[in-house]
């Protein structure tokens, strides 16, 4: 669905990626994991087509998105959803409006945003306006703002890194659910998310993939000190949780 | 079609193009390049922007136009009632609490006359303003001429000045042609009336642009007339009579008019005044100015070198008694026409003696020079403390008025172009001073002190004395030059002569400040609310300039420019005052770059919040969409705002559809 050949891009005379391949099949979610600033975003910005990288292609469902014309790169953008890190909802329209404003060019469907709100459960507050929400509310605004477009693929940029973390399940559990009929591409730090939900795990340093794989094999036979790293990250998790899990069995 | 799209408005304002064309395709070409695709320029978001556009400049003109005219009503109105508008020609000082029996009496004289009419101006000091006007005929028909003569005597009057606007003044032309040249001068179709007044032939304008085809026109018909001139001063009286004789004899049978420079104020009272002392002796035959006559009860041999005990002299204001006693001159005499060597030439017909003595005490001098010269002293302190100097003019000018004295003509055209450096804020440096000091001196130079002595010693003496005291007094007091007008082509021989163009054709003073008044005040006032709220504008624009600069659009100022460019120039187009083309260029330049400065700047200015953008784009929306329902809305409030309003998103939109 989703195929980036060789991407290298250069800013300010800084390398941001270099030769990058990742490949999207229909119905995987691909998690994607590295440290702040190694160019994750950057990906996705790539994928939309809002950036055009300086070497490599960029092919959704079979098409080169180089080779068409800014216009023609927008309609292909209504086949792709984006959630983004801070939400990025527009503070002058309702809950309602920033949904709409996905549909606001295309068969303007007002069911269609309302599907969306109720799969999220905000229907009932869809004439408030973003201030009047929690975080979690906000995501879960952003997130039914890209499925209102219904799209093939949905592109998830550290969804629950802004959240406090009483909401960041409540927005995970929507992910997971998600994931089981969409094509998701998810940019988290999220390990247990990446174990449990994806297809596939890609570890990113510094403008290149360090390394790729089932998350089940990354995480049991890491081959790279991000992996190792990862791997900790995970167990540690783990260990606290069964520890938990062990007092409470105790009590 | 996209440029002709984008030009439309230019088409519309019939704005000139060609190079301003190129321009801005040649940029729209390379933003197309810059941007690939062609993003840039694409319908909906043209169409927003010049609607924008197109909605500011109407805006812009508004408020020009409501600038412009309230100006002209609030503004103009309260200088009106000081220097009187189009309808009032003529202003009158007059003392505050005469100012019923002033009206009165002014009703009274222009009883029944059409067209006449007055207001009562402001009050400035212990002086009210008596506005006062004339119907376009009566101006036609000298009504300025005589108006110092009928209002002069009115109670609590205290000076008046013309003041006609817009006006071009012609001196130096004699009098007695006026009716000829006048009676030209308002067949013309750019004059609404010439007039004569009191400084010479006022040409009145329908229009203040037209006073240039006036005074070309003024200098053309004058043209014929030419002022001879010769230096006296280094002449003795032989020569400048032998002069005379010759430029005389010349001139004889053509059109001439010699010139003696009026005497003004004080000098020139007592020179009237002791010639009414003098015997004025009236002859029907035209004898040359500068011939020595003599008077005798015999017959004397013509050809003989008699001492007698009568003699006069020909002044260019008749004959006067040069020797003897008026008292013992009958009238019965005979007269004889004298040579340059003191020989008789010739006998005169009889004459009729004018003018016998009068009663000396009856005179007095018009003012008290003492008090002359303490107002001279406040004046000059005035001067040195700032005052404006149209105000300084209008004190100036009352102060000469009031001592029937002339403001001498190096102050005078001094102030003239002082005023107008002052408004514009130029005035040289020291200017005050050495102004002030120059009037200091001209009345320390009045012959003050010898004239109250003359006064006290008038009795005694005889038409001898008095004869000689006022051609002393003329001879200090006139210009030392030997002045005539004259339609003769052919220069004649003589030393010292210069021919020159009799006519002094220009701008009238008054009409001068009209302009600085009218003209650059409220440009001024137009220029304030141009500024303010094309800055209100050009802050609209930089929604537009933060997203090009946002995406390293290099194009940015270009497009600014462009902006301030078509902007101003629509408004230049229908600025409501003659305004002369630099200013426009000024306008229309300061605009572009201003405009090319604040879409530098736009960034700073509004700044746009990328990640709303980026969200923007990211969901597909197209750049027209991207505007409306983003940047607009999450800019800074402004015209777009507005106009955007109608484009916002909207559920009722999506339930029709
Ligand atoms: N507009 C830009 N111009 C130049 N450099 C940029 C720009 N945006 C990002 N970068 C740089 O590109 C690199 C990758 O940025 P990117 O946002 O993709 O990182 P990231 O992996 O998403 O980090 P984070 O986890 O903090 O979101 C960083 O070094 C960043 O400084
Ligand atoms: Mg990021």
């Known amino acids: ?98 949904v709409l ?25 869809r004439k408030r306006y973003p201030r009047q929400l929690s975080g979690g ?19 998830w940029d550290e969804p629950t890194a802004a959240l406090d973390p009483m909401y960041v399940n409540e927005i995970l559990r929507i992910m997971a659910s998600l994931a089981q009929n969409k094509t998701m591409f998810v940019v988290t730090h999220e390990m247990p998310f990446a174990l449990k939900v994806a297809n596939r795990l890609v570890l990113m340093e510094t403008g290149h993939i360090v390394e790729e794989g089932p998350p089940e094999k990354i995480f049991s036979h890491p081959s790279s000190y991000l992996g190792i790293m990862y791997r900790e990250r995970l167990l540690d998790t783990k260990e606290a949780l069964s520890k938990l899990a062990g007092e409470e069995a105790g009590l | 079609m996209i440029e002709e799209e984008l030009l439309a408005p230019l088409f519309f304002l019939g704005f000139d193009f060609g190079t301003v064309t190129y321009q801005l395709r040649a940029s729209i070409d390379s933003a197309i390049i810059v941007t690939k695709g062609g993003s840039l320029v694409r319908k909906g978001f043209n169409t927003d922007l010049a609607s924008v556009i197109i909605l500011e400049i109407s805006l812009l003109i508004v408020v020009l136009l409501m600038a412009g005219h309230g100006f002209a009503y609030y503004v103009q109105r309260g200088l009106d009632d000081l220097v009187g508008g189009k309808d009032y020609q003529v202003v009158a000082q007059v003392d505050k609490q005469e100012t019923n029996n002033f009206v009165a009496a002014l009703q009274e004289t222009y009883k029944g006359r059409e067209g006449f009419r007055y207001r009562v101006g402001k009050v400035l000091g ?18 300025l001429d005589e108006v110092t003569k009928l209002i002069s005597p009115l109670p609590g009057y205290a ?45 009145v304008a329908k229009e203040r642009k037209k006073l240039g085809t006036i005074e070309n026109k003024l200098v053309k018909v004058t043209s014929p007339y030419y002022l001879w001139e010769v230096d006296l001063k280094a002449k003795t009286n032989q020569e400048a009579a032998l002069i005379r004789e010759n430029i005389d004899k010349i001139l004889q049978g053509k059109k001439h008019w010699y010139l003696t420079s009026p005497i003004e104020g004080v000098v020139g009272d007592a020179v009237r005044l002791l010639k009414g002392y003098s015997s004025k002796l009236v002859f029907n035959d035209q004898i040359p100015v500068g011939a020595e006559l003599v008077l005798s009860n015999q017959k004397l041999k013509i050809g003989s070198k008699p001492s007698t005990q009568f003699k006069a002299r020909v002044f260019t204001d008749g004959i006067y008694l040069t020797k003897g006693d008026s008292l013992q001159l009958t009238g019965k005499e005979n007269a004889y026409l004298l040579d340059g060597t003191g020989r008789l030439t010739k006998k005169l017909p009889g004459f009729e003696l004018e003018s016998p003595r009068k009663d000396l005490e009856i005179w007095q001098p018009v003012t008290d020079i003492s008090e002359l010269k303490t107002s001279a002293q406040e004046l000059a302190e005035k001067i040195r403390q700032g005052e404006d100097f149209s105000l300084l003019l209008r004190d100036i000018e009352q102060l000469a008025k009031k001592q029937s004295l002339k403001v001498p003509d190096e102050i005078k055209s001094k102030l003239e172009l002082l005023i107008l450096w002052d408004r514009i804020g130029k005035l040289p440096t020291n200017i005050r001073t050495e102004l002030a000091d120059k009037i200091l001196d001209w009345v320390k130079a009045m012959p003050a002190d010898p004239l109250m002595k003359l006064k006290e010693s008038l009795p005694s003496w005889s038409d001898e004395d008095i004869t000689r005291s006022w051609r002393d007094l003329e001879s200090v007091s006139q210009e030392k030059f030997l002045r005539v007008v004259t339609t003769e082509t052919a220069l004649p021989n003589i030393e010292g002569l210069v021919s020159k163009p009799a006519a002094e054709v220009r701008e009238d003073i008054k009409s001068q400040i009209g302009e600085v008044v009218g003209g650059v005040v409220p440009l001024a006032a137009l220029a304030v609310a141009v500024i303010l709220f094309w800055i209100f504008t ?33 408004v230049v187009l229908v600025m409501p005052y003659d305004t002369n083309m630099l200013v426009k260029i000024i306008y229309i330049l300061s ?67």
């Open chain 1, 137 to 155: 509310e906000k995501q879960r605004v952003g997130i039914a703002r890209a499925l209102a477009l219904d799209p093939d693929i949905i592109f």
């Open chain 2, 538 to 570: 050009a802050l609209d624009h930089t929604l537009w300039g933060s997203y090009l600069v946002m995406k390293n659009n290099f194009f940015a100022p270009l497009w600014g420019w462009l902006l301030g460019l078509l902007e101003l120039s629509a």
């Open chain 1, 101 to 125: 404003l996905a549909l606001w060019e295309g068969d303007r469907k007002l069911k269609k945003a309302e599907e969306a709100l109720k799969s999220v459960g905000l229907w009932e507050k």
């Open chain 2, 159 to 203: 000076g008046l000045a013309l003041l006609l606007d817009p006006a071009v003044l012609v001196r130096g032309i004699p009098s007695e042609v006026y009716p000829g040249l006048i009676k030209e001068i308002n067949t013309w179709p750019e004059t609404r009336y010439a007039a004569k007044g009191p400084m010479g032939l006022y040409v």
């Open chain 2, 591 to 657: 605009g572009a770059i201003g405009s090319a400065f604040i879409i530098t700047l736009s960034n700073r200015i509004s700044p746009i919040n990328s990640k709303s953008i980026e969200a923007g784009e990211a969901l597909g929306l197209s750049k027209a969409e991207l505007f409306r329902q983003v940047i607009v809305p999450d800019g800074r409030p402004g015209l777009w705002q507005l106009y955007n309003r109608g484009k916002l998103l909207s559920l009722r939109r999506f339930r029709n559809a």
């Open chain 2, 126 to 143: 212990d002086k009210i303003h008596i506005l006062i006007g004339f119907g376009d005929q009566d101006l036609k028909n000298g009504a």
């Open chain 1, 1 to 98: 669905m989703l195929e980036l050949h060789n991407i290298s891009l250069e800013r300010n005379k800084v390398k941001t990626l270099s030769d990058i391949n990742l490949t999207i099949n229909e119905g995987e979610t691909v998690v994607l994991t590295g440290p702040s600033g190694c160019g994750k975003s950057t990906i996705i910005r790539i994928a939309l087509g809002l950036i055009r990288p300086q070497v490599g292609e960029v092919w959704f469902e079979g098409v080169n998105l180089n080779a068409l014309s800014a216009e023609q790169i927008r309609k292909k953008r209504k086949k792709m959803g984006i959630v983004f890190q801070e939400f990025q909802l527009l503070e002058h329209f309702t809950v309602l409006e920033n």
